[in-house]
């Protein structure tokens, strides 16, 4: 009897035990459950985290190391490209033929490019599209102390680029002062470094260059005799082939709320917390510093009809558009109404 009771006392002590033991596995069991679900809370916070940056549009720009790129620019390093909903890809090439070549190839969405180019190409039969202006410059430098105005400049000798804006710029300033490209003799120099060095030795009288080798030439003792600014010409602009602006319309508008965006940062910041990137990004050398003057710089805005106008006539004039293309066929309204 004794030891019944005896067997009995081990059995309730072992069932206590193993209720003791489940109960404790199940209670495990609860508080992981509990803590998988902070957990996935934590998880799914940080995999909703991630959805949304995989599900900010990238917009691939294909632009050129200047002053018209510096608000693209701020706008992704600021992180207000992402605020809108889209991811810039900022790609900077060292001339307009490697932009040319990566544009064409797909590997870019949008590119800064200019009048001209967008003539040249409809004329090869690419449907690209005009979506705004962008704040670009060409100044027009001398270094001969005989040259005072640009009219001084009938029977000397100009460096530029043929058949580009910098061929149509030349042409405007000269319309603008009475004279015409044949009263000019043209040197035709695609590099814009060389074109500052040839003018610093005195090799020609006058040359069409962009920042940062206008401050550069200013250093140097040349002088401003005209600007696009000053002359009130624009051929700046951002395009986008049709099938982009089709496939990718909010991420675009997004960009131009990111760039409007990185303006207002600028207006209302002092240079010195941005200057070092207008540095790094344009090409200025560290030693002129002091002297570079940023743009004031505006919100995004669609191109003037009238630029466009005269820019593709001055490009049939010299036979490099042929078709009859009017400027509203360029011109997109994904952002603005034309």
């Given at each position: 009897?004794?030891?019944?009771?005896?067997?009995?006392?081990?059995?309730?002590?072992?069932?206590?035990?193993?209720?003791?033991?489940?109960?404790?596995?199940?209670?495990?069991?609860?508080?992981?459950?509990?803590?998988?679900?902070?957990?996935?809370?934590?998880?799914?916070?940080?995999?909703?985290?991630?959805?949304?940056?995989?599900?900010?549009?990238?917009?691939?720009?294909?632009?050129?190391?200047?002053?018209?790129?510096?608000?693209?620019?701020?706008?992704?390093?600021?992180?207000?490209?992402?605020?809108?909903?889209?991811?810039?890809?900022?790609?900077?090439?060292?001339?307009?033929?490697?932009?040319?070549?990566?544009?064409?190839?797909?590997?870019?969405?949008?590119?800064?490019?200019?009048?001209?180019?967008?003539?040249?190409?409809?004329?090869?039969?690419?449907?690209?599209?005009?979506?705004?202006?962008?704040?670009?410059?060409?100044?027009?430098?001398?270094?001969?102390?005989?040259?005072?105005?640009?009219?001084?400049?009938?029977?000397?000798?100009?460096?530029?680029?043929?058949?580009?804006?910098?061929?149509?710029?030349?042409?405007?300033?000269?319309?603008?002062?009475?004279?015409?490209?044949?009263?000019?003799?043209?040197?035709?120099?695609?590099?814009?470094?060389t074109r500052l060095e040839l003018l610093k030795n005195?090799?020609?009288?006058?040359?069409?260059?962009?920042?940062?080798?206008?401050?550069?030439?200013?250093?140097?003792?040349?002088?401003i005799l005209s600007s696009t600014h000053q002359a009130?010409?624009?051929?700046?602009?951002?395009?986008?082939?049709?099938?982009?602006?089709?496939?990718?319309?909010?991420?675009?508008?997004?960009?131009?709320?990111?760039?409007?965006?990185?303006?207002?940062?600028?207006?209302?910041?002092?240079?010195?917390?941005?200057?070092?990137?207008?540095?790094?990004?344009?090409?200025?050398?560290?030693?002129?510093?002091?002297?570079?003057?940023?743009?004031?710089?505006?919100?995004?805005?669609?191109?003037?009809?009238?630029?466009?106008?005269?820019?593709?006539?001055?490009?049939?004039?010299?036979?490099?558009?042929?078709?009859?293309?009017?400027?509203?066929?360029?011109?997109?309204?994904?952002?603005?109404?034309?």
């Open positions: 009897m004794k030891l019944e009771t005896t067997k009995r006392t081990i059995m309730l002590l072992a069932l206590v035990l193993i209720v003791s033991i489940v109960g404790a596995a199940c209670g495990s069991r609860a508080a992981n459950t509990t803590n998988t679900g902070e957990g996935s809370g934590t998880s799914a916070a940080a995999g909703s985290a991630n959805d949304q940056a995989e599900e900010l549009a990238e917009l691939t720009l294909g632009l050129l190391p200047s002053i018209d790129a510096i608000p693209f620019i701020i706008a992704h390093e600021q992180g207000f490209d992402q605020k809108h909903g889209v991811l810039l890809d900022i790609e900077t090439f060292k001339s307009a033929k490697d932009r040319d070549v990566a544009f064409q190839a797909g590997k870019v969405d949008g590119i800064s490019a200019d009048l001209v180019a967008i003539s040249i190409y409809n004329e090869a039969g690419l449907d690209v599209k005009i979506t705004s202006t962008t704040f670009g410059e060409f100044d027009l430098l001398t270094g001969n102390s005989e040259i005072q105005d640009v009219k001084d400049l009938k029977g000397k000798t100009v460096i530029l680029s043929k058949n580009t804006s910098t061929q149509y710029t030349v042409a405007m300033m000269l319309k603008q002062a009475g004279l015409t490209e044949q009263d000019i003799r043209i040197t035709e120099v695609p590099q814009i470094p005195n090799k020609a009288d006058a040359a069409i260059l962009p920042e940062p080798f206008v401050t550069m030439g200013q250093a140097a003792g040349l002088r009130n010409i624009n051929p700046f602009v951002l395009a986008f082939p049709q099938s982009a602006i089709d496939a990718k319309a909010e991420a675009i508008r997004a960009m131009y709320a990111a760039y409007d965006e990185a303006v207002a940062y600028m207006q209302s910041h002092d240079k010195a917390d941005y200057i070092d990137l207008v540095i790094e990004e344009v090409g200025y050398p560290e030693t002129l510093k002091e002297q570079i003057e940023v743009p004031a710089y505006i919100p995004a805005n669609q191109v003037d009809v009238k630029e466009v106008e005269a820019a593709f006539a001055w490009a049939r004039e010299q036979g490099l558009l042929t078709k009859d293309i009017a400027p509203e066929e360029v011109i997109s309204d994904v952002q603005f109404k034309k």
